[in-house]
């Protein structure tokens, strides 16, 4: 009787706190946290600073453990079986840890072969063919600490390549590099991908998560509040969003009470201002109070909606007034 084959990674219960400095109780940096990600997927894994996404990251490789919970990989148990884990992933972790700066590119790609019991007479071949593939062929026999920062993160996702492991997780691949350099290193994880590996990125870049991923996790104040694919958040925001423009602009204490009633935000001009309606007739009640408070409205227009507006919404840290209610769909969780 055939089973089915595990998931590529999985996180189920996890849990890990650390202690505060100054004797006061711990801080809960990953709470109850479940997820999974099946072969070939590519997966964004998003929060906001101190959410417990790098936390999580570490805990998936193995460089932290958590308290209590489960992370495995491809069946096996990082904390239990950490070897046989961790030899079907590769990670480029941000802040250039992946390389040694005192090697050159070829010496990096040789050494972390070697590390996988590779000889470097068998890699030969596949270091040249990456170092092409990945435009540093003039540079590989230069040391990595005269290189620039986007070269030296096209080494480190080489590196991860190098490995032949089913799945990379990348940690802000494109964080602090130029706009040409970003959009390469965005080409080449397309790459990465399309060998049919499996992709878990975690970035603060949200073209790049819109633009490479099918799927976002995003993890805020140690929680998992949201599952679901990138496709599914952006058109259940869109239908959400609009633009209300004017004739003339609204005073402040008419806008205070549209505000008392809506979510609104400052549009491209002091003649307009976008809002968010959560059921179909919220616009008759936005229409009604536009009315009541004297605004002459030339246009009421639904907005194009990207996913850095989405991920803002989901992750909105202000606690929510009395009478508002929760917005739940599919696995994800979200105060509206």
Known sequence: MSTSAPPLLELTGVHKAFPRRRGEGPVQAVDDISFRVEPGEIVGLLGPNGA??????????????????VVRVCGHDVARHRHRAL???SAVLEGNRNLYWRLTARENLEYFAGNRGR???????????LLERFRLADKADELVSNLSRGMQQKLAIAVAM????????????TLGLDV???????ALIQEVAAEGRTVVLSSHD??????????????????VVTDDQVANLLRLFASRAYLVRLAEPLPADRRARLEREFAIADGDDVLSF???????????RLTRALEETGAVVEAIERTTVDFEHVFRQL????????GERTLRWGAAHVVA
Do not use: F, N, W
């Open 206 to 223: 949200m073209p790049v998560v819109q633009h490479l991923c099918r799927r976002a996790i995003v993890i805020d104040r140690g929680k």
């Open 274 to 284: 976008a809002v968010e309606l959560e059921r179909g007739e919220d616009l008759y």
């Open 162 to 173: 190098m490995a032949g492991t089913r799945a990379v997780l990348l940690d802000e691949p």
């Open 87 to 89: 030899g079907h992933l």
């Open 180 to 186: 040409e350099t970003g959009h390469e290193v965005r």
């Open 119 to 129: 000889s470097r007479r068998s890699v030969r071949a596949e270091v040249d063919t």
């Open 52 to 69: 417990g996404k790098t936390t999580t990251i570490k805990m998936t490789c193995g460089l932290i453990r958590p308290d209590s919970g």
């Open 315 to 322: 992750v909105r840290r202000e606690e929510p007034p009395s």
